[in-house]
């Protein structure tokens, strides 16, 4: 049987927000793709990820790509990565803040990531992509 490995942050994980308190959803995206394509889907993804932690996750799991069942692996980042730490903001407003992962080094952390995936001749599947101007 097929294998993919999925990482990226609470979105691909299927986190919901349900009476007030954060669960996996059953009937998440994943769960789904398992269902319909007859593939086993080992997802990764963590809540609150960025492409730094997902990239130490990635690496953590390198091995998984010399698995020949293993054709696609799924990233989706970036939700995580553009946000701020809004209560520095609050507390000081009247001075520059940057994102989680500045855009130019979230480009280069997950190039590198595709490119180690497509160097063991594997497809990358990308949930989101990269801003392609940065």
């Known amino acids: 049987m097929s294998e993919i490995y999925a990482f990226g942050d609470s979105v691909l994980k299927g986190i919901v927000l349900e009476n007030e308190k954060y669960k996996v ?3 998440r995206f ?3 793709c398992e269902d319909v394509l007859n593939v086993v889907i080992e997802n990764k993804a963590k809540f609150g990820s960025t492409i730094s932690i997902g ?3 990635f ?3 390198l091995s998984m790509l010399d698995n020949p069942d293993v054709e696609y692996v799924v990233l989706e980042f970036g939700g ?3 946000d701020f730490k809004w209560k520095e903001i609050s507390d000081n407003p ?3 803040h940057s994102p989680n992962i500045e855009v130019n080094e979230f480009v280069k ?3 590198e990531i595709i490119q180690v995936i497509k160097s063991k001749n594997k497809k990358p599947v990308l949930l989101s992509l990269p801003p392609i101007d940065a």
């Open 25 to 27: 959803c059953k009937n």
């Open 30 to 32: 994943s769960n789904i």
């Open 55 to 57: 990239e130490k996750s």
């Open 59 to 61: 690496e953590k799991n």
């Open 80 to 82: 995580n990565d553009c």
């Open 94 to 96: 009247n001075i520059e």
């Open 109 to 111: 952390m997950y190039t």
